[in-house]
């Protein structure tokens, strides 16, 4: 029996600049950090030929040639699987389509528990780069690096995205007293929708690729916000950070029109009335999560909870994707 687990992951600046269609052209940044929210492979060899795969469906099969899961399938082949006679289960701790990059991590579970049924040693950025090649150019999915990598590496980290397709990756040089506080006011809420991030992303990658200048410029100013929560985290102006936040937030709204909606919007507005510094939701937009910075955490927590939405606590995490059981 192996178990594999991969974080989930939210954004701190720079998200969106880690499409092939910008970064080629422009280079990406951004800083990311996995939590303490998980998916989960388990990996069992059986006595029977073919194999058994369960997420949300469950199949058994022959070949890998058959298996309908777009991702398990891709993996199988990577990893060399041509003999199988595997059981292969997923679970998660939250829902796909909710914006936490649930996609990467969930290709980088599936590659490391596959890596260690063959006995292999994987380094986090082959792992990263296998994932994304399965997401990417595989499967011709219109998204980023960014959820791979974290998932691979943990913590909290800051990648440079070079126009030749090499990904840098390094921690974000924060102290203990600015991490926890970080930790601490650092708040999810679940709106109730999930969706696929694919159209919203297809949008911004079509633009992206006709160097449409309103997308190309907003994506740089994106990039810039980045680079500033960047400095304000690495000094511990917390204050500075979420105020960065706000403002990413109002521009990431206008890459799309159904990056928000108005059920949203008026949860942002109240949130910013009730002590959120700044916040913005998680992922492509459309759903999913809203995170936001707190000095008062209290009295937001009450209003969003009178509000209807369901509070996710959480911790970072500093392991990245491991194998938990072998």
Request: glycine residues 10%.
């Amino acid at each position: 029996m192996i178990i594999t687990r991969s974080p989930l992951r939210i954004s701190l600046g720079g998200g969106g600049t880690d499409l092939p269609s910008y970064y080629r052209k422009h280079s990406g940044f951004l800083i990311a950090a996995a939590i303490d929210k998980y998916v989960y492979i388990t990996l069992h060899q059986t006595f029977q030929p073919g194999l058994i795969i369960k997420y949300s469906k469950m199949e058994q099969v022959r070949e890998v040639a058959e298996v309908q899961h777009p991702i398990i399938r891709e993996a199988l082949r990577m990893a060399g699987i041509t003999d199988p006679s595997l059981e292969i289960t997923s679970m998660a701790d939250i829902p796909a389509g909710t914006g936490l990059g649930s996609s990467g991590s969930f290709t980088t579970a599936i590659l490391k528990a596959l890596h260690a049924y063959r006995k292999n040693i994987v380094h986090p950025q082959a792992l990263a780069e296998q994932a994304c090649q399965i997401e990417i150019e595989h499967l011709k999915e219109p998204v980023g690096k960014q959820d791979q990598y974290i998932a691979a590496y943990g913590g909290l980290t800051c990648f440079q995205f070079l126009p030749n397709g090499h990904v840098e990756a390094a921690p974000l040089k924060i102290d203990s007293e600015t991490l926890y506080n970080l930790e601490d006011n650092l708040l999810l809420f679940f709106t109730g929708y999930s969706r696929s991030a694919g159209s919203i992303l297809k949008e911004q990658d079509d633009k992206s690729k006709q160097s449409n200048k309103e997308m190309t410029d907003n994506l740089h100013f994106i990039k810039e916000l980045g680079y500033q929560s960047l400095e304000a985290l690495e000094v511990g102006d917390l204050q500075k950070f979420g105020e960065l936040m706000n403002l990413h937030w109002e521009h990431k709204k206008k890459r799309s029109g159904g990056m928000s909606n108005g059920d949203i919007d008026n949860w942002y507005a109240l949130a910013r009335d009730n002590g959120a510094i700044g916040g913005k939701l998680i992922g492509a937009g459309g759903g999913g999560f809203l995170m936001f910075y707190a000095n008062d955490k209290t009295r937001l927590r009450r209003a969003l909870t009178q509000a209807g939405l369901r509070e996710v606590r959480f911790r970072f995490d500093f392991e990245g994707t491991k194998v938990v059981i072998q």
